[in-house]
């Protein structure tokens, strides 16, 4: 599995309703992508989570690499490019991915977390793979994710919610979902499912 997530700041009179509109439009077509379990299309909206400025987003949990190549080339991404220009794709390699018991995501919460360098690495991924799935397990989870780039060494948590989340670590950005596309969503295993 594959984390991919990409933001694109706006400027400060970007009618946001725009990105209202083409989340509506595009998420019924991305709900038909295989190999995809979530894309979500996200917003920062200035003034609120802490957003100093508008953000466009898109958060994806592909199930193979494969299908996020075929993203790249079959030019999904173009339309990206062609409204927003170029977005670095942040990918990472999943290490857990679970399905919680809520329904509709309203929030969604990416946590970047450096791994330090004299941390033994087997109990890293143990310890986020536990956690990850006893994350699931609350009430407001819609899905929630875990991966790494073990280019820098950095842990992104993932988290889609119900309800706006709370008592969260610094390092934590939350955005508004517009529209969560999720093709494959209910195959994720829960957080009881080993």
Same mark, same amino acid.
């Given at each position: 599995?594959?984390?991919?997530?990409?933001?694109?700041?706006? *400027?400060?009179?970007?009618?946001?309703?725009?990105?209202?509109? $083409?989340?509506?439009?595009? !998420?019924?077509?991305?709900?038909?992508?295989?190999? %995809?379990?979530?894309?979500?299309?996200?917003? &920062?909206?200035?003034?609120?989570?802490?957003? @100093?400025?508008?953000?466009?987003?898109?958060?994806? /949990?592909?199930?193979?690499?494969?299908?996020?190549?075929?993203?790249?080339?079959?030019?999904?991404?173009?339309?990206? *490019?062609?409204?927003?220009?170029?977005?670095?794709?942040?990918?990472?390699?999943? %290490?857990?991915? &679970?399905?919680?018991?809520?329904?509709?995501?309203?929030?969604?919460?990416?946590?970047?977390?450096?791994?330090?360098?004299?941390?033994? /690495?087997? $109990?890293?991924?143990?310890?986020?793979?536990?956690?990850? $799935?006893?994350?699931?397990?609350?009430?407001?989870?819609? !899905?929630?994710?875990?991966?790494?780039?073990?280019?820098?060494?950095?842990? *992104? $948590? @993932?988290?889609?919610?119900?309800?706006?989340?709370?008592? %969260?670590?610094?390092?934590?950005? @939350?955005?508004?979902?517009?529209?969560?596309?999720?093709?494959?969503?209910?195959?994720?295993?829960?957080?009881?499912?080993?």
């Amino acid at each position: 599995m594959l984390i991919a997530h990409y933001s694109h700041r706006l *400027t400060a009179d970007y009618d946001l309703d725009i990105l209202h509109q $083409r989340a509506a439009a595009n !998420a019924e077509r991305w709900a038909a992508i295989p190999d %995809l379990y979530f894309k979500g299309f996200l917003l &920062r909206q200035a003034g609120r989570h802490g957003a @100093i400025a508008n953000a466009y987003s898109a958060l994806y /949990l592909w199930r193979q690499d494969a299908a996020f190549r075929d993203f790249l080339v079959q030019d999904r991404y173009k339309t990206v *490019t062609d409204t927003f220009g170029r977005a670095d794709i942040d990918v990472r390699v999943a %290490l857990d991915a &679970r399905k919680g018991p809520a329904r509709d995501a309203r929030f969604a919460v990416v946590d970047n977390a450096p791994i330090g360098v004299d941390v033994a /690495l087997g $109990r890293v991924w143990a310890d986020e793979i536990a956690l990850n $799935r006893e994350v699931a397990e609350g009430a407001d989870i819609v !899905a929630t994710a875990v991966g790494v780039d073990a280019r820098t060494w950095t842990l *992104t $948590r @993932i988290r889609l919610t119900a309800e706006e989340p709370a008592g %969260l670590p610094p390092t934590a950005v @939350i955005y508004q979902v517009l529209q969560l596309a999720r093709p494959l969503l209910e195959t994720l295993p829960s957080s009881r499912q080993d």
